[in-house]
């Protein structure tokens, strides 16, 4: 059969057979389609990301962390308060969604409050707010930073309230930490004990040397105390680059964290 064509030809398809039949479920009135048909061939897909139009629960679960910064006379207490996607679904997910910071200290309330609004603002946008840890530990005061309980170095208390909420992101699982290998923490143990062994060894000459041993002078009881409470690493250790601890020391003529590994000699 011969079809006269009056038009010009812009483009053309082959009609295959399932062409066919997808016109033909069309032409179908959707009354005559089952209800629990359609149901199940339509994909589910309820899972709930985090965005801006959540409304807040009335109950929300949350930390409150606790800074101690030589920067401010009151401590502060920074809580973080969470909310549960999906709950009792394999899909469930915490995320932050508000942070808070209190102290008796009046001196910097301005820019708390500015800079926990605008945290709180972006967590509840969704999406990947990691960005802000790396972000606030960045920043410095010109005033010189500090270390706190362990010997870790915080360059201003800003960074100190993004490491807070790296730590809050690790414990929700929105942040995962590379875990160093088992070969790597062998590796680090062994440097530990020749570094302890050695300073033992030495100690021992010092006392047969010596008629009877010394009293600790007062700058090395400094030295501990700045290293933090609870620290164990050695008090003459220097601040580790990578890893911001007081725990670089010398063996074998090159600096060795003792906390993360790193060597300046690779």
């Not at 870790?152 to 800003?158: E, K």
């Not at 030495?202 to 040397?209: G, M, R």
Request: glycine share 6%; with cysteine.
């Amino acid at each position: 059969m011969a079809v006269k064509i009056d038009k010009k030809i812009k483009g053309y398809s082959v009609l295959t057979p399932e062409d066919k039949a997808r016109e033909a479920a069309a032409a179908i009135p959707v009354a005559s389609v089952p209800r629990e048909t359609v149901e199940k061939e339509t994909p589910q897909d309820n899972i709930i990301q985090m965005h801006e139009r959540i409304e807040r629960p009335e109950v929300l679960i949350g930390s409150t962390y606790k800074i101690k910064s030589p920067l401010v006379e009151h401590a502060m207490y920074v809580t973080i308060n969470d909310i549960v996607l999906n709950a009792g679904t394999e899909h469930e997910l915490r995320r932050p969604f508000e942070i808070f910071v209190n102290s008796k200290s009046m001196e910097h309330f301005q820019w708390i409050v500015a800079l926990t609004r605008i945290m709180s603002a972006v967590f509840r946008k969704g999406g990947d707010v990691t960005f802000l840890v790396d972000e606030m530990k960045a920043v410095f005061d010109p005033r010189g930073g500090y270390f706190k309980a362990g010997g870790v170095y915080m360059p201003s208390l800003v960074a100190e309230l993004g490491a807070i909420v790296e730590e809050h992101m690790k414990s929700i699982g929105l942040i995962h930490d590379p875990e160093m290998s088992a070969h790597q923490r062998a590796i680090l143990a062994e440097k530990r004990k020749q570094y302890e062994d050695r300073a033992k060894k030495n100690s021992d000459v010092t006392e047969t040397v010596t008629a009877a041993p010394a009293a600790p002078a007062q700058g090395a009881a400094e030295d501990i105390a700045v290293t933090g409470d609870g620290a164990s690493f050695p008090p003459s250790a220097t601040l580790c680059h990578k890893c911001s601890t007081k725990a670089l020391v010398i063996m074998d003529g090159c600096a060795t964290c003792l906390n993360c590994g790193y060597s300046k000699c690779g």
